[in-house]
């Protein structure tokens, strides 16, 4: 073959492995959508599940996945923007940021299912918390930590030097050129890493369903077991109670994650513009 | 001459990297010291220095004393922020931080921890008149700093500088990034503002070295080579290398 | 003083993602070596069955090492040759507005549950595995496949940083050579982003390790060592999260010896890929 035949036979294959990877998407959100819509109404959101959820809504399992990622956030997010701001501002690469550094990307591949045992024989067991939003929260927390240490060291990163000079020039503390000069500059950064994290938190089972329980009742307190979406879309299809729901189920978490997706790529969006503006 | 600050045998390094060897030069009050050199001669170093900014790298070190008004500005007294606002500096690039006009001139003095709103409304009118920028902002001062043009956004630093009614002035190639406009604007600017201030400025030319220095001094190599009153350097400098410089001849 | 306290809690936090991984390693060990100290290393590991509630019980997760094994590489053949595709693609070839979508696209991928993927497979690709090739469908072909995508994010992402970090002056040094674009890059930006390309495919690998929730609903779960691809099977991980329901006793010991398994397996690939991908410089002053 000749160079021209072999370079437009290989693009041909390339062009063909991004379309079918975007038709395999659409496919997946296609699907769960044009099955599920049809049993999606505000009944089914804002109702209680009857017969382990064959019938009713899912109403207790919003509630628990959003009080699961808020708990799971509340945690991590201090402790993640502590942890960048650190790494980024307060010291310079040593053998213990790279100890840091180490710990935040092993904690990043550990499997969903081992923060699960983790969760359920420390947060659970250990301590006492049983099957609880607080346990669910704590093992989540860690699990996105990596993702928002991350995603708030890169931001951090992006803000020109000049900015940290002129704060300390002008008589800035450390603390104030960071509260004042940083943060604001990395703001929709950290933002983006945020909404990611509650995505994941929105997105996973396996840690949860051993360290937050599956209790399909509303939470009384952080003590409380609740069951989140996902679980539920597991529980309902894994067992066969109802293909049906485990659609509606299925199409209100896309939609979901729609969202955040949408939300944090706008958010990318205006942040590459603002840094080419500069 | 009345002193503002003195370098006593001042030596400066980064590393193994000498920036400043042994500097023994005085800073007149209420005048304009142009420093320049050839660059890596100790310029920067000089203006960092003064208000300790040399100290953010990690790799300083310093030896013998500068001196602010007869006291050491290493004394265990000596509060950083507040040196600093003492000595304000200027940078070669107008950075104007992303906030408003209003916000990134009166900074400093936030930083400081001035709320008064009052107080605040007046040092960034006084800042920008005697930065010759209020008449072309001061019907905007809530719109973005970023949005001004780079000679505005270099005025712009020159007020957020003066608003902390500094004692001392450090200008960082202040006109380096900016065209012949802007620049001539910036060289009135500094002569009016010797009157209140004492000004130290790496000039970016020689010319402009000897159009707003009262007194200039040559580096070369993190050493002064020679340092003299009014347009002395320029007219008659004594030492070779300073002529040679100045008429074009280095290197 | 208040910078200083500022700092120290600052420290403190920094310290957070440490000190979890050093709890979870903890306690996993805790829970889960004394019952392969019982058992024995070697019998634990290559002991083919398991059957953890009979008297007297047998532990053997070979089983599930096999289908863990199984399902990982069919997964990488899948997801290996279309993420790098997809990454030279989103590089090199995708117009401009194409590439507004794909990232995005890519993104949303990554971020779909790993339960809809395992829903995915297992009520529209098993019934035509089943119907095409034969076998019950809920298999390693089955899993391998939806898999495959799972890890397509992780590997596209790596391989792409890793492309666009080819120096513009290497890649234009080929263009001037006379070069063809094909062979631009097949001949200089794959050999330079090889690392960061191998390292996204072993962290590809680990996600494929560590799926669990997807790999039930889809692989049949059957305790046999699957000989074909269209056989069912039990990996570790989902042999966890199917037993964790309801094990007690030395049975759960022996869920949280099979992680301590699945958590060095990983810990290795994680070892692995930090090796290959380059650092980013490290000689950056902070202030």
């Known amino acids: 073959m000749t160079t021209a035949r072999t370079q437009r036979f290989a693009f041909g294959c390339i062009w063909l492995a991004a379309v079918f990877t975007l038709a395999v998407l659409a496919l997946v959100v296609g699907l769960i959508m044009v099955r599920g819509l049809p049993s999606l109404s505000i009944g089914f959101l804002t109702g209680t599940p009857e017969n382990l959820g064959r019938d009713g809504g899912i109403f207790p399992t919003i509630v628990g996945t959003i009080v699961l990622g808020l708990v799971s956030l509340l945690i991590a997010t201090p402790l993640g923007i502590g942890s960048a701001i650190y790494l980024t501002e307060y010291t310079h690469e040593s053998l213990l940021t790279r100890a840091i550094r180490f710990g935040t990307e092993s904690l990043a591949g550990v499997p969903s299912i081992i923060f699960g045992l983790f969760g359920f024989i420390f947060f659970v067991t250990y301590l006492q918390m049983g099957w609880s939003i607080l346990a669910g929260g704590l093992t989540l927390a860690l699990m996105v930590l990596p993702t928002i240490i991350r995603t708030t060291e890169e931001a951090i990163r992006t803000v020109p030097q000049s900015y940290r000079n002129v704060s300390y020039s002008l008589g800035a503390t450390r603390w104030q050129m960071v509260t004042t000069a940083v943060l604001p500059s990395a703001l929709p950064g950290i933002i983006t890493g945020i909404i990611l994290a509650f995505g994941r938190a929105v997105s996973e089972t396996a840690a949860v369903i051993f360290t937050a329980g599956t209790a399909l009742n509303l939470p009384k307190s952080v003590f409380s077991p609740v069951r989140t979406m996902a679980v539920h879309f597991y529980i309902l299809a894994v067992e066969g109670i109802s293909l049906e729901k485990a659609y509606a189920t299925g199409a209100v978490l896309i939609v979901t994650v729609l969202i955040i997706n949408v939300i944090a790529s706008s958010l990318i969006t205006r942040l590459v513009r603002k840094q080419v503006r500069r | ?251 | 003083m208040k910078e200083r306290s500022i700092s120290f809690i600052l420290l403190i936090t920094a310290f957070g993602a440490l000190v979890a991984l050093g709890l979870i390693t903890y306690f996993i060990f805790q829970a889960g070596v004394p019952l392969i100290a019982k058992v024995g290393l070697w019998q634990f590991l290559a002991g083919s069955t398991w059957n953890p509630t009979a008297k007297p019980p047998a532990f053997g997760i070979l089983p599930m090492i096999v289908g863990s094994l199984w399902l990982t590489f069919g997964s990488l053949v899948i997801g290996v040759p279309l993420g790098l595709a997809v990454a030279i693609f989103m590089v090199e070839l995708a117009p401009a507005w194409l590439a507004v979508v794909m990232r995005p696209a890519i993104q949303l991928l990554a971020g779909i549950p790993s339960v809809i993927y395992g829903f995915i497979g297992l009520t529209l690709l098993a019934p035509v595995i089943r119907a095409t090739l034969g076998g019950p469908g809920l298999s390693v072909l089955t899993g391998a496949i939806i898999l495959g995508f799972m890890i397509l994010p992780t590997i596209i992402a790596i391989s792409e940083d890793a492309i666009r970090a080819v120096p513009i002056a290497v890649r234009e040094g080929a263009v001037a050579l006379g070069s063809s674009h094909w062979q631009v890059i097949t001949g200089v930006l794959l050999p330079t982003a090889r690392s960061g390309i191998i390292a996204g495919i072993i962290l590809g690998m680990g996600r494929a390790l560590g799926e669990t929730m997807a790999v039930i609903m889809m692989i049949g779960n059957s305790l046999a060592i699957p000989v074909s691809p269209l056989q069912p099977a039990t990996t570790l991980t989902s042999n966890i999260g199917l037993e964790m329901a309801y094990a007690s006793g030395q049975h759960r010991e022996a869920l949280f010896a099979t992680g301590v398994v699945l958590f060095v397996f990983i810990m290795i690939l994680n070892a692995l890929a930090t090796t290959f991908v380059r650092r980013p410089g490290t000689s950056r002053r902070s202030a």
């Not at chain 2, 009157?195 to 040559?218: E, L």
């Not at chain 2, 050493?223 to 004594?238: D, T």
């Open chain 2, 1 to 251: 001459m009345d002193i503002k600050i003195e370098f006593d045998h001042y030596t400066l390094a980064y590393g193994r990297d000498v920036v400043l060897n042994d500097i023994t030069l005085p800073v007149a009050r209420n005048a304009v010291l142009a420093v320049f050199g050839p660059a890596g001669s100790g310029k920067s170093g000089f203006l960092r220095s003064i208000n300790r900014m040399a100290e953010l790298e990690s790799n300083e070190r310093h030896q013998g004393d500068i001196r602010m008004d007869g006291v050491s500005i290493f004394a265990p007294a000596v509060r950083l922020p507040e040196l600093r606002r003492r000595a304000a500096m200027v940078f070669a690039q107008p950075v104007a931080l992303p906030m408003s006009i209003y916000d990134n001139v009166s900074y400093g003095l936030r930083l400081a921890g001035q709320r008064d709103r009052r107080t605040l409304d007046a040092a960034v009118e006084r800042a920008l008149r005697a930065s010759t920028l209020w008449d072309e902002v001061k019907d905007r001062l809530d719109s973005p700093g970023l949005n001004l043009s780079g000679g505005q956004q270099q005025r712009l630093s020159i007020a957020r500088a003066l608003a902390l009614e500094p004692e001392v002035l450090l200008l960082d190639a202040p006109t380096a990034a900016l065209d012949p406009i802007s620049t001539a604007k910036i060289e009135d600017m500094l002569i009016d503002l010797k009157a209140n201030y004492t000004i130290v400025i790496v000039p970016h030319s020689i010319q402009q070295a000897a159009r707003v220095g009262d007194a200039a001094a040559f580096f070369l190599n993190g050493m002064c080579v020679e340092y003299g009153a009014g347009n002395q350097l320029f007219v008659s400098p004594r030492d070779k290398r300073t002529e040679d410089y100045v008429t074009g001849r280095f290197g």
